[in-house]
């Protein structure tokens, strides 16, 4: 095998998670399937900490990464779109916030591929100044229901709603295909989309589920979890390994 490029995969704060109880040791931690997905891919996946207190040792972790890709999670703290919290609005993880936004932007800057899923896809619209909706059912009306989530008794590859693929779009040259059906565990969404993105795949009631840098730079987000659909989905499958091709050039 030729040269597996190392992804840098972000992880999230142990407490930061409903219903995680008070007491135990502080940890990060991130769900294996992104992991795998990675390595399936032919990358070289790792962990990236949430050092947000130390910019010089993430810039390290950083210069040695061949690509990011930022997974999905807990909500994104408004104070980072400059808004007050909806009491609608989950736990977050401000450490979290601050590192995936430093690498993100310290990857448009160099044009490092980078990957944004779900939670992530939010991330890179915020760090371009973006905003979101902190909850879709009480701020966004034609909303569909869109929290499909595992505690509430969805399996993670349920396909929740289709969305429709941008022709001509580097997601859409990706996955083959005009529309897709998807899995949904999010109940915030892109509300105005940065300078310098477009929308590349869109629900039925309207919302933005994927967008992409305008620029040429390899900065694809969808709002779907594709590390959970690439044991059945081809499409899925081959966004993985653009993005790990891509990471090894």
Same mark, same amino acid.
């Given at each position: %095998?030729? !040269? ?7 992880? &999230? ?33 790792? %962990? ?71 939670? *992530?896809? &939010? ?10 909706? &902190? ?10 229901? !869109? ?13 929740? !709603?289709?969305?429709?693929?941008? /022709? ?16 949904? %565990? !999010?109940?915030?969404?892109?509300? &105005? ?27 694809? *987000? ?18 993985? /390994? ?8």
């Amino acid at each position: %095998m030729g !040269h597996r490029p190392l992804i840098g995969i972000t992880t &999230q704060t142990l407490h930061s998670i409903d219903g995680i109880p008070e007491g135990l040791p502080s940890s990060w931690m991130m769900n294996q399937r992104y992991l795998y997905a990675v390595a399936e891919s032919g990358g070289a996946p790792l %962990m990236v900490p949430l050092i947000d207190d130390d910019s010089e040792t993430l810039r390290a972790i950083y210069d040695r990464l061949d690509g990011i890709l930022i997974p999905g999670g807990v909500d994104m703290d408004p104070h980072t779109f400059g808004e007050e919290r909806s009491p609608r609005l989950g736990r977050t993880d401000a450490a979290r916030d601050a590192v995936e936004l430093a690498l993100t932007r310290w990857a448009i800057e160099d044009k490092k591929p980078l990957l944004g899923l779900c939670r *992530g896809s &939010q991330v890179i619209n915020v760090a371009l100044g973006g905003t979101l909706y &902190q909850d879709l059912e009480a701020e966004y009306p034609p909303a569909i229901k !869109h929290d499909y989530f595992p505690n509430a008794g969805f399996a993670r590859d349920y396909l929740a !709603h289709p969305v429709e693929v941008a /022709r001509g779009s580097r997601l859409g040259d990706i996955l083959d295909r005009d529309d897709v059906r998807v899995n949904s %565990m !999010h109940h915030q969404g892109v509300k &105005q989309l940065a300078p310098g993105l477009v929308v590349n795949a869109v629900a039925p009631d309207g919302l933005i589920e994927g967008l992409e840098s305008s620029n040429g730079h390899f900065m694809v *987000g969808v709002q779907w979890h594709p590390e959970s659909l690439v044991d059945h989905d081809a499409g899925m499958r081959q966004l993985f /390994r653009t993005f790990i091709d891509v990471s090894a050039r």
